[in-house]
């Protein structure tokens, strides 16, 4: 049996559900998820991708995906699907996110059309990450945070808002995702120490305001990043009926430091020199240039933390070898 749309979802996209079909399409760890496919008044066909969960975290969930893809989507509208709406399901528990479709197709049968922008994955970054994130609301200045908490895997991240890089990724991510690690798997001492240290010690040594400047001489500024930009969540395909463009999808955005979007790109690579020398071409490294690689590996931390939050098992070797190694360079602060 053909599942069936739910009124919430008709509503919230302007459907007449007599010319609207739903059908299951690809999968997803976290929610089941479709394909919809309906006809205007002009008959011109129109396609929507809908995700559904149960339970309060589907909620928190498709909210900050919702939020998260219409941030990148609003500064390069051709990196990402435009999401329309999310919300409470009406004809059962749960909530539910109505995007673009997206047609992802393997990169050997895709080719460029007259219709796409014609960039790389590169220029499509560079620019995300060389666009200053818009002041909060409530606020008389740039911020790092996010409107929304958004979920990286099944993590809730708190994106409560701090002026201060330093802070931001010491308290909302490092400190935080401690929280959960051991929520999930048992109090810990010796990792308990080290996200301490390191967090009390190394951030401020590698990220104090003053200190980390961007190519250019200025202050880091926040910028909108993916959150969890590894190959799985990268592809090439059409966008509604644009053009083939490369694209990704299941963001987990906030207002950050440009360079923490390498942490998990570096952690599970997928993108090739070519791709970073291109990136870095159009959007030089920031300062201090000679401390770059131990700053992603400052961000690397915090997915290996949140995957052993989420899976357990090795990831806890992983995080404690990188904090180990800073420690053991950055330990006394200097």
Same mark, same amino acid.
């Given at each position: 049996m053909a599942p069936k749309i739910d009124p919430t979802i008709l509503k919230a996209l302007l459907l007449d559900a007599a010319n609207t079909s739903i059908a299951s399409h690809g999968g997803s760890g976290f929610a089941s998820t479709f394909k919809i496919t309906s006809k205007d008044n002009d008959r011109?066909?129109?396609?929507?991708?809908?995700?559904?969960?149960?339970?309060?975290?589907?909620?928190?969930?498709?909210?900050?995906?919702?939020? /998260?893809?219409?941030?990148?989507? !609003?500064?390069? #509208? %051709?990196?990402?699907?435009? @999401?329309? +709406?999310?919300? &409470?399901?009406?004809?059962?528990?749960?909530?539910?996110?109505?995007?673009?479709?997206?047609?992802? /197709?393997?990169?050997?049968?895709? !080719?460029?059309? #007259? %219709?796409?922008?014609?960039? @790389?994955? +590169?220029?499509? &970054?560079?620019?995300?990450?060389?666009?200053?994130?818009?002041?909060?609301?409530?606020?008389?200045?740039?911020?790092?945070?996010?409107?929304?908490?958004?979920?990286?895997?099944?993590?809730?991240?708190?994106?409560?808002?701090?002026?201060?890089?330093?802070?931001?990724?010491?308290?909302?991510?490092?400190?935080?995702?401690?929280?959960?690690?051991?929520?999930?798997?048992?109090?810990?001492?010796?990792?308990?120490?080290?996200?301490?240290?390191?967090?009390?010690?190394?951030?401020?040594?590698?990220?104090?305001?003053?200190?980390?400047?961007?190519s250019s001489g200025g202050d880091v500024v926040p910028v909108v990043v993916h959150g969890d930009l590894w190959s799985g969540n990268h592809g090439v395909g059409t966008i509604g009926k644009g053009g083939v463009e490369e694209v990704v999808f299941d963001p987990s955005c906030s207002y950050s430091h440009s360079e923490f979007e390498w942490g998990i790109m570096r952690m599970f690579g997928g993108f090739g020199g070519s791709f970073e020398r291109e990136y870095y071409e159009l959007k030089g490294k920031d300062e201090p240039i000679e401390e770059w690689d131990d700053r992603v590996k400052l961000y690397e931390l915090y997915h290996h933390l949140n995957h052993y939050s989420i899976f357990g098992g090795g990831y806890r070797g992983g995080a404690v070898r990188i904090m180990e190694e800073l420690a053991r360079k950055y330990g006394d602060g200097e």
């Open positions: 011109e066909e129109k396609l929507f991708f809908v995700k559904q969960g149960k339970g309060r975290e589907s909620e928190i969930m498709f909210a900050g995906e919702h939020t /998260s893809l219409n941030a990148i989507h !609003s500064i390069v #509208s %051709s990196l990402c699907p435009r @999401s329309y +709406a999310h919300g &409470l399901l009406s004809s059962t528990t749960g909530a539910f996110l109505a995007t673009d479709f997206l047609n992802l /197709s393997p990169p050997s049968s895709s !080719s460029p059309s #007259s %219709s796409s922008s014609g960039l @790389s994955l +590169a220029q499509k &970054l560079a620019r995300l990450h060389s666009t200053p994130a818009p002041i909060p609301d409530g606020y008389d200045k740039p911020m790092f945070g996010f409107p929304v908490p958004t979920c990286c895997g099944d993590t809730q991240q708190d994106n409560s808002f701090k002026s201060s890089w330093a802070e931001f990724y010491a308290d909302n991510r490092l400190r935080h995702i401690l929280k959960s690690a051991e929520k999930n798997n048992g109090k810990d001492s010796e990792l308990s120490n080290l996200v301490e240290n390191t967090a009390s010690v190394v951030v401020p040594r590698l990220l104090r305001d003053g200190h980390l400047k961007t």
